[in-house]
């Protein structure tokens, strides 16, 4: 069975803030922390380097992407629209810690985020970044696409539900006031926004992602 790999955590913003040599460690620092910031690096010398910097630096790099389909299913496929906004959620956990945010296709620019909560799940985010989407361009009048990598996600949109199976609880009490906030608004609002899947195989991470893989 082979061992797996150490990582250390940049803490940012949490509780307190530096390096830590465990997930556990690392969780105990942004649970409960509005706007926590943090990610994971293999080497302490790297996480170390990381908190000298600023986390808008590391947040959402990833190495250069190589897609393995062949270059006609490429060319069928074609390049990503960039006058769009992409959205995407991150999960410690399943349930656990999680986040969502939505950013310019683009320049990768974030436009909102919310989070982290102390327990939900990737597919809740997911299905609230969408709504967040688009309330965002129906309020900003934008005629611009919105992207997700979340098929679940457009499903629930589409039905004006979120067809989540996680308990409610006194922990995920704030998260669940969003998800009924964001029904309601799936249900007493009309817009125009096209929904897109993202083609991860062909483009790589969605521009949203949060980098921590």
């Known amino acids: 069975m082979s061992k797996k790999k150490k990582k250390y955590y940049t803490v940012w913003k949490g509780h307190h803030t530096g390096v830590f ?5 690392c969780k105990a620092q942004i649970k409960d922390f509005q706007g926590a910031q943090y990610k994971s690096f293999v080497t302490f010398d790297a996480a170390k380097k990381a908190l000298k910097g ?7 790099k990833s190495k250069k992407f190589t897609s393995e389909l062949s270059e006609a299913q490429l060319k069928k496929i074609g390049q990503p629209n960039y006058n769009s906004v992409s959205v995407d959620a991150a999960s410690s ?11 310019d296709t683009k320049t990768k620019k ?13 597919n809740i985010g997911e299905f609230l970044a969408l709504v967040h989407g688009l309330a965002f361009l129906k309020q900003h009048n934008s005629d ?13 949109v589409r039905k004006k539900t979120c067809n989540t199976k996680l308990p409610r609880n006194e922990k995920n009490a704030k ?27 062909a483009w790589g991470e ?8």
């Not at 974030?110 to 990737?122: A, K, S």
């Not at 611009?144 to 629930?156: C, E, F, H, P, V």
């Open 110 to 122: 974030q436009l909102f985020i919310q989070g982290p909560f102390p327990e939900g799940t990737n």
């Open 175 to 201: 998260l669940f006031e969003l998800v009924d906030r964001g029904v309601k608004w799936l249900n007493e609002n009309t817009y125009t926004t096209t929904i897109v899947k993202w083609e991860t195989k």
């Open 144 to 156: 611009r696409i919105l992207y997700t990598d979340s098929k679940i996600a457009m499903s629930w």
């Open 93 to 103: 956990g399943n349930p656990g810690i999680m986040e969502y945010r939505g950013v």
């Open 21 to 25: 040599e465990s997930w556990e460690d």
């Open 206 to 213: 969605i521009p949203a992602d949060f980098g921590r893989k």
């Open 54 to 60: 600023s986390y808008k630096d590391y947040i959402g």
